[in-house]
């Protein structure tokens, strides 16, 4: 392991972090039993050691995110054909009572 210099030696950066991101820190730095700088050293340590591992994550995240879509877009399909399936046979069933009619009227006119 890298000797550390003394604090005074070492690089600063000042950052601006969203509201309640702070608090977040804070919260992790003391359950880890860490200052805030050291938690985000640690952070951004396993960040740049373990870029790997972080994007295999993000992309299990995605799975996860895109089958859970893909789910719902299954039964949404699955809904919309039994609908059609309604609508058309309503149709043929329309189209057969009004051939079956036209064709009694037309047995009627011919009785004429």
Known sequence: MKAQKPVRDQDTILIRVPDGMKD???QRAAANGRS????IVSILTELFEFPD???IRSLISQQET???EEKR???ELDDCQKRLIAVMKELSDR??????AY???DLDLGKR
């Open 95 to 100: 189209w057969d009572a009004s051939q079956k």
């Open 24 to 26: 977040q820190v804070a």
């Open 66 to 68: 895109l089958k859970a």
């Open 53 to 55: 591992e972080l994007a």
């Open 36 to 39: 805030m700088s050291a938690e």
């Open 103 to 105: 064709r009694e009227k």
């Open 73 to 75: 877009l299954k039964k």
